[in-house]
């Protein structure tokens, strides 16, 4: 009986550590698949950053040309303006297509790209 006990006590012993090193890991891939989503959003966000002062230095120095053209300042910022909120409606209509849904699919394939990797392997 007390062999049985033992051998018994041993199997918890193994299931505890198995389930320790499994948590573990379920805890690593979490923070490694975190980590990976907040460089990528990062990184996004820095290259958006960038992106919005190239074109707002754009817009004014359109804005400026077309108005030194018709003589009038306020007239050049005004059509620059219209410009760019046409720009911006076309781009809120689309908003799913060209923003949304490439971003949702980058974002998704950059956190489960590891797993593929392995089945892949498999």
């Known amino acids: 009986m007390s062999d049985e006990f033992k ?3 041993t199997l918890v012993d193994q299931f505890s550590a198995y389930a320790n090193t499994r948590l573990s890991q379920v805890k690593l891939s979490a923070s490694e698949k975190v980590s990976k ?12 950053l960038v992106f919005f002062l190239f074109l707002v230095m754009i ?3 359109i804005a400026i040309a077309l108005g030194q053209w018709f003589s009038s300042m306020w007239l050049g910022f005004l059509i620059v303006a219209g410009l760019v909120l046409l720009f911006g409606l076309i781009l ?12 949702m699919n980058g974002l ?3 956190l489960f790209e590891k797993e593929e ?3 892949e392997k498999d």
């Open 7 to 9: 051998k018994l006590e």
């Open 37 to 48: 989503l907040a460089a990528i959003m990062i990184s996004m966000l820095m290259a958006a």
């Open 59 to 61: 817009c004014v120095t």
């Open 92 to 103: 809120w209509l689309a908003k799913d297509r060209l923003l949304r849904i490439p971003i």
């Open 108 to 110: 998704i394939e950059a």
């Open 117 to 119: 990797k392995e089945d």
